[in-house]
């Protein structure tokens, strides 16, 4: 007899669960994949601290890591980079494809088309097959940044130009986007940045990922819903928004009038804030000190000097409920030097995160169940039909 659910009451009938608004604290799987310290500010990959990684390891060393658990040897790590080298081209057909999109559409929209589409290249159902696997794995890495790519310049009118098989996988989508071989700072650089956005334990598009996981259909279906989760303005789509506001906020002097501004009307400081981090996110810290970098070499951006003064001034004025800076809050500033356009920050971000989602896909397979939880129903109690010439017109919800 399935316990009754009483009206209002917010726990689950049957396992008295009670109901928590976003999964909140709530533990949805077991993973070894990432862990966060929000209060310390502490965030390692597979054990590992992220200042060492960002200082030591490139970005296909730390996404082989994410995704078999291990960092590779030498021989492991020279295998995996030649196959995702090998693989970086994309068929044609889906070139094709991607020059019917409209130009103005959003390229988040663009890449979680043309990742989908992959999987009518390759068969859906070997997913129990370790080469299955590492096939899948290689072909995503690979592909995914000449899609992105690949639709910048399509956008302009023109031919999407093909991967450079002497260039390294960050210096090539670089070249691959600008069409100019990237300084060889500005390459390292932003493979630093895709280290930082590879993997965050189960954010919105990782626990999207997983759901699509769960039900056991091919990667490319799990990687394309995890696309269109972290396209939200809330979630990986924060980046693009960030430049806006420092852009409106123009000077470093409008900075406290513009919080204050922003807290009044209860509107969100984009960039700020974190349901794990209580403190400023480490991944921050770690862009701030690329940001300095790229600056001394390349020059100064003077929105970097609104991004300190919103800092400092918020402050006081959010610090005190935890809200700091997040990852999304200097990132865009690196790639506004590096001449990546503003509308493809969060394709840089799915770049880098199809790492972890590949990782938390695996890890899903390992010991799987399909996600399926629960509800508290707050609806109608059953009631009979209503002929139509009986309804009164109500007001559409
Ligand atoms: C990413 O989960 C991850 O790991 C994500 C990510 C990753 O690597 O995958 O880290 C990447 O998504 C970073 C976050 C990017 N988004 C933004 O910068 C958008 C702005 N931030 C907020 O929308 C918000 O902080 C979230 C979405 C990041 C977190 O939201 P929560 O945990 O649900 O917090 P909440 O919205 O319930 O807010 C709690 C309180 C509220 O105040 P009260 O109503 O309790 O008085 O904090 C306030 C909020 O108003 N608050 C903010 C704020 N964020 C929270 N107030 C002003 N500005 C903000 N940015």
Known sequence: MVAQQQPGDLRHARTGIELRPGLD????TQSSICDIDGDQGLLTYRGYPMQDLAANSSFLETAYLLIWGELPSSDQLADFEHAVQMHRRVSFRVRDMMKCFPASGHPMDALQSSAASLGLFYSRRAIDDPQYIYDAVVRLIAKIPTMVAAFQLIRKGQDPIQPRDDLAYSANFLYMLTEREPDPLAARIFDCCLMLHAEHSLNASTFSARVTASTL???????????GTLAGPLHGGANEDVLAMLEEVGSAGNAGAYLDEAMQA????????????????PRAVILQALVEEMFDRFGHDDLYDVARAIEREAESRLGPKGIYPNVDFYSGLVYRKLGIPRDLFTPVFAIARVAGWLAHWREQLGANRIFRPSQIYSGSEPRSWMPIEQRVTSPAA
Not at 25 to 28: C, I, K, L, M, R
Not at 217 to 227: K, L, M
Not at 269 to 276: A, K, L, N, S
């Open 25 to 28: 604290g709530v533990p949805a």
């Open 217 to 227: 259909t091919d990667p490319y279906a799990v990687v394309a819903s995890a696309v």
């Open 266 to 281: 209860k509107r969100k400081v984009m960039g700020f804030g974190h349901r794990e981090y209580k403190v400023k996110d």
